[in-house]
């Protein structure tokens, strides 16, 4: 089983850069295809980026295509998510997710689709 921490997450300025962290415990990241959801206030849960155990296959939402990149560094064991270009509709709580299995692009997008999540990081973007 493996624990999943985030970090990174503050008050930012529209237009602005900031870049979240998804460290793992208790077994090694490389074995599971990783993913970042964010939830706003009253909305539900949305999938925002995912990335294959070994970094070569990457999905993103249309919402954040372009602006946001996932990465991961498996000898560090931790997932990132760069986000550019912060807009106030990118204002959430985000979260890390994992899974042993490999995920489709359809499949990647669905909550159900991981077996490990973090607590989340407070992201808020001021215009």
């Known amino acids: 089983q493996v624990q999943l921490v985030e970090s990174g997450g503050r008050l930012a300025q529209a237009g602005a850069s900031l870049t979240l962290s998804c460290a793992a415990s208790g077994r090694t990241l490389s074995i599971y295809d990783m993913a970042w959801f964010r939830q706003a206030p009253g909305k539900e849960r949305e999938f925002v980026a995912h990335?294959?155990?070994?970094?070569?296959?990457?999905y993103y939402s249309d919402s954040v295509k372009g602006r946001f990149t996932i990465s991961r560094d498996n000898a560090d064991n931790a997932v990132y998510l760069r986000m550019n270009s912060l807009k106030p509709d990118d204002t959430a709580n985000y979260y890390c997710?994992?899974?042993?299995?490999?995920?489709?692009?359809?499949?990647?997008?669905?909550?159900?689709?991981?077996?490990?999540w973090g607590q989340g990081t407070q992201v808020t973007v001021s215009s």
């Open positions: 990335i294959s155990w070994s970094g070569t296959i990457t």
């Open positions: 997710a994992a899974t042993r299995s490999r995920l489709s692009a359809a499949a990647a997008r669905n909550t159900w689709s991981y077996d490990y």
